[in-house]
């Protein structure tokens, strides 16, 4: 059995380029934070951890008796995984609660996490960490506050691992059905003022010369389900000079709300035609791409969001690094002959079919961010 301690550590504690400690976005995270960069706090929970609560729990035999009754109707219509899914998700793994030791482990972090932030209750994103990048597979959750409504979230991360997408996706690929174990991070989330993402390409041609930022108000959730046009900027890689700079109108943003929830809202006139970033923060973006860029050795799909609580430049995070899988595999070609905007072209890269549970549309009794 593994050692207590590594069922939970913090991102910088994580083995150096280990991704099956905690999962690939964990194992970046934790790099990203001993380099010095500009990363939220957080910890992580391992897949030693996620082995553990399904044993510990006692659901694990359950499931594997679940999948081997059941493995010739799977294998022969694929649309029994919707079946299968339902069953094992809400019969089985959300019906247990967390084992003892690990509940007590959590809270540890979670409260060494709340003085590191001076907060009580510090919201935090929990999100899934595959071994294997499987971009949208699992669920994360926004703005999770407390200990309980931690370990239930942490506990629907680990079920969907389960769900019909994950469970056809090990299928197609010859993987053991049950076996799939991911890790958790847990990070606090940045109250962001804006937010969105930055290629250290041109997504739309593939020049490496160029950096391409796109942004929006408020959460990067919006921009990601497609629900606002982001203003554009594109800037000179080597000079850092802004080349090209689009400002679109932008009428909805997403934000906290109450009980740890995320909720719509519509932005004021005054904000809609405005630039989300500032000069000085597009600037510290595109230094920050060149930075990842040079630290992985290849051009970078980045996440980031600018905080309304801090000053510049502590204002600014890095919530996710990934390596540009499109044109780093192609020859660029001219603009005329690519198909879709800058803001298409992301939002086909990003995480499609991310569940948040938490978002709710509403723009009546939004509390304001906290």
């Keep these: 059995m593994a050692d207590k301690q590594n069922y939970v550590l913090w991102l910088e504690e994580l083995p150096p380029g280990d991704a099956f400690a905690a999962g690939r976005k964990c194992s970046h995270l934790g790099e990203m934070r001993r380099a010095g960069l500009p990363v939220p706090p957080g910890f992580a929970l391992t897949l030693d951890a996620y082995k553990k609560f399904l044993r510990d729990s006692g659901v694990e035999q359950d499931i594997t008796d679940y999948l081997n009754k059941n493995k010739g109707r799977l294998e022969k219509d694929v649309g029994m995984f919707e079946e299968a899914s339902t069953y094992i998700i809400k019969e089985l793994i959300l019906n247990k ?43 994360t959750f926004l703005n999770v506050r407390g200990e309980k409504d931690l370990m239930e979230k942490i506990i629907h991360v680990w079920a969907s691992s389960f769900n019909a997408r994950a469970m056809a996706y090990r299928l197609q690929r010859g993987m053991a059905l049950e076996s799939s174990p991911i890790g958790v991070a847990v990070l606090k989330m940045v109250n962001a003022k804006s937010s969105g993402v ?23 959730e919006s921009l990601v389900s497609g629900q606002v046009t982001p203003d554009k900027y594109i800037l000179d890689k080597v000079t850092l000079e802004l ?91 001219p603009v005329s002959q690519t198909k879709g905007s800058g803001a298409e072209i992301i939002a086909r890269q990003l995480m499609q079919g991310i569940k948040l549970s938490q978002v709710k549309s509403s723009n009546d009794n939004i509390a304001p961010p906290v």
């Design 198 to 220: 930055m290629f250290t390409l041109d997504p739309i041609n593939g020049d490496r010369s160029r950096i391409f930022i796109e942004g929006s108000w408020g959460l990067g």
């Design 243 to 333: 080349s090209q700079k689009n400002i679109c109108r932008k009428v909805m943003e997403m934000i906290y709300g109450p009980e740890g929830s995320i909720v719509s809202r519509d932005i004021e006139e005054e904000r809609q035609n405005a630039p989300c970033l500032t000069p000085d923060e597009i600037l510290e973006l595109a230094k920050l791409g060149k930075r990842l860029e040079k630290h992985y050795g290849a051009p970078q799909d980045i996440e980031w969001a600018v905080d309304q609580n801090l000053p510049f430049p502590q204002n600014i995070f890095i919530l996710q690094t990934r390596p540009e899988t499109i044109w780093s595999k192609k020859t660029a070609k």
């Design 97 to 139: 609660g967390m084992p003892l030791e690990l509940q007590e482990l959590i809270m540890d972090y979670y409260k060494k996490l709340n003085e590191q932030s001076s907060l009580e209750n510090v919201p935090v994103a929990v999100r899934s960490s595959g071994p294997v990048s499987m971009p949208g597979q699992f669920d």
